[in-house]
């Protein structure tokens, strides 16, 4: 069974820096590309970034170009996200998703990413 782990939210102010940390077991695609996504309250979930490493396609949403960076570890199965210059629209619940065959398909950038699998969330809160 695929499990997505979260860590690295937190509260922060504007202006401010948070990392978050995305480790996924049991899950046999080690190639494949990962992503992250996020839901602020009361609006839909959205894309923030998306990475394939192994084919070099890097994707943001570009409300974060510029600001956040996504990296993936394919040998830990993990993906990361530096965020800085945090804004209060920042603000969200973040998720962790993963590839695989039966899942939904999300345009980012200029690709269309296929995510099957996603992790619980973890909160960033940034204020002003």
């Known amino acids: 069974q695929v499990q997505l782990v979260e860590s690295g939210g937190g509260s922060v102010q504007a202006g401010g820096s948070l990392r978050l940390s995305c480790e996924a077991s049991?899950?046999?695609?080690?190639?494949?590309?990962m992503g992250w996504f996020r839901q602020a309250p009361g609006k839909e979930r959205e894309g923030v970034a998306a990475i394939h490493q192994r084919l070099g396609r890097i994707a943001y949403a570009d409300a974060v170009k510029g600001r956040f960076t996504i990296s993936q570890d394919t040998a830990k199965n993990a993906v990361y996200l530096q965020m800085n210059s945090l804004t209060p629209e920042d603000t969200a619940i973040y998720y962790c998703?993963?590839?695989?065959?039966?899942?939904?398909?999300?345009?980012?950038?200029?690709?269309?990413?296929?995510?099957?699998?996603w992790g619980q969330g973890t909160q960033v809160t940034v204020s002003s």
């Open positions: 049991g899950y046999t695609y080690k190639t494949n590309y």
């Open positions: 998703a993963a590839a695989g065959d039966g899942g939904s398909w999300y345009s980012l950038g200029s690709f269309s990413w296929k995510f099957r699998y």
